[in-house]
C-alpha cells in the first residue's frame, strides 16, 4: 500500500504563487508516474500536471507557463510550483500516483487552494 500526503494549499490573492509537496510512502514500486490534480465544486476531476519517473512533465493547457512540476531528489516526492495564480485555479489539489507496472493508482486527501480577486 501507498500514502500520498499533500501539503501547502491555502488563500492566496490573484496573481500570487503556493507550493504544493506530495509526500509519498509505502510499498513504492519503481517506474511510477507522479501527478497533481484538481477538482472545483460542480466540475470534474482535471490533470493539472504530471511527472514521469525519469522526470518528463506534462502541463495542462491552461497552467503551462505559470505551474511547474518537480520531483525531488529521492523521487517520492512531487512538488507543483504554482505563480500568477487566477481565481480560476481555485480547487481542492490532489496528489496522484500511478503505477502502469501492476495497474494501480493512488490518490492524496487533497489540499484545498483558494484564489481570491
Known amino acids: 500500500q501507498v500514502q500520498l500526503v499533500e501539503s501547502g494549499g491555502g488563500l492566496v490573492e490573484a496573481g500570487g504563487s503556493l507550493r504544493l509537496s506530495c509526500a509519498a510512502s509505502g510499498n513504492i514500486f519503481p517506474l511510477h508516474t507522479m501527478g497533481w490534480y484538481r477538482q472545483a465544486p460542480g466540475q470534474q476531476r482535471e490533470l493539472v500536471a504530471k511527472i514521469t519517473f525519469r522526470g518528463d512533465p506534462t502541463y495542462e493547457e491552461s497552467v503551462k507557463g505559470r505551474f511547474t512540476i518537480s520531483r525531488g531528489k529521492t523521487r517520492n516526492t512531487v512538488f507543483l510550483q504554482m505563480n500568477s495564480l487566477k481565481p480560476e485555479d481555485t480547487a481542492v489539489y490532489l496528489c496522484?500516483?500511478?503505477?502502469?507496472?501492476?495497474?494501480?493508482?493512488?490518490w492524496g486527501r487533497g489540499t484545498q487552494v483558494t484564489v481570491s480577486s
Open positions: 496522484n500516483m500511478d503505477v502502469p507496472r501492476i495497474n494501480v493508482t493512488y
